[in-house]
């Protein structure tokens, strides 16, 4: 039950972009901060009835309040230079650095019969946990445009350095994570208004602060879960093609995307 929810955010965005003499050469920057911060105060009431193999029945009734603060802080940083090797060839240099900043206090109270109000702290369901991410990819990338097809190939290095800091049990855990992350995408033109694109692709997803924090998450008292402290991204390999055709006739169109991760 959503007793109150409140949600404050902060955008600030600027770019430049340079461009030099030679055609097709540039510069291009972009610079952005956002500030959020969500509060979130619930009850989590319910009486549960569990039914176990030799026939028993148990009841478990859970009675709490919920006050959690959430405040992000992100920050990003991306350049990138542009060189025409020939009429059909460009050469990209980049560097991407992004800041994600997580403070997360969460205080769960149970209900006090004597007192009749959300009075007890629960320190196994409380807790206060500050996640930092930063992030640095350098990288190249070439493209090659033809009647018919362009192709574009990347390679890129990402450094990932994450801090979690417990801050309610005292205990700090840090590490890294570097991988090399290569990007294919080739674009065919066909006729009569078709396309065929054909990608690969590699990415990684870091595990959320929430994911992060070992604290048990009773909302669902069928599913009991709870946070991993030493949990790692995951790298996944991405391929697969799309078509798409348009009739612009009749203005018809049509889409079909095939794709796999591993």
């Known amino acids: 039950q959503n007793i109150h929810n409140s949600t404050t955010n902060a955008i600030i965005f600027s770019s ?6 030679k055609k097709g050469r540039g510069i291009i920057g972009k610079f952005g901060i956002t500030e959020n911060r969500d509060d979130f105060n619930g009850l989590n009431k319910s009486n549960n009835y569990y039914h176990m193999p030799n026939g028993d029945v148990t009841t478990d009734s859970i009675n709490q309040q919920n006050d959690l603060s959430v405040r992000r802080s992100a920050k990003s940083l991306s350049i990138l230079f542009s060189e025409p090797i020939s009429n059909a060839i460009t050469l990209n240099a980049f560097y991407n650095y992004n800041y994600e900043g997580t403070r997360q206090d969460k205080v769960t109270s149970d209900f006090d019969y004597t007192r009749m109000a959300y009075h007890e702290k ?7 946990f500050k996640t930092v991410l930063t992030s640095s990819s350098p990288g190249l990338s ?8 362009n192709i574009a190939v990347s390679l890129r290095m990402q450094f990932d350095n994450i801090a979690n800091h417990d801050l309610t049990h005292i205990s700090n855990i840090s590490w890294q994570n570097n991988f090399f992350a290569p990007s294919v995408n080739v674009n065919f033109h066909l006729p009569a208004n078709k396309r065929l694109n054909v990608f690969y692709y590699k990415m990684n997803q870091n595990p959320t602060s929430t994911q992060l924090q070992p604290v048990i998450d009773n909302s669902n008292p069928i599913v009991i879960q709870k946070g991993n402290v030493n949990l790692r991204p995951a790298i996944n390999n991405n391929v697969g093609l799309r078509f ?19």
């Open 16 to 21: 430049f972009e340079k461009k030099f003499l």
């Open 122 to 128: 629960n320190d196994s369901l409380s807790n206060l």
């Open 142 to 149: 070439i493209k090659l445009n033809q009647p018919g097809y």
């Open 244 to 262: 798409a055709s348009f009739n612009s006739v009749n203005l018809n169109s049509f889409q079909f995307t095939l794709s796999a991760s591993f």
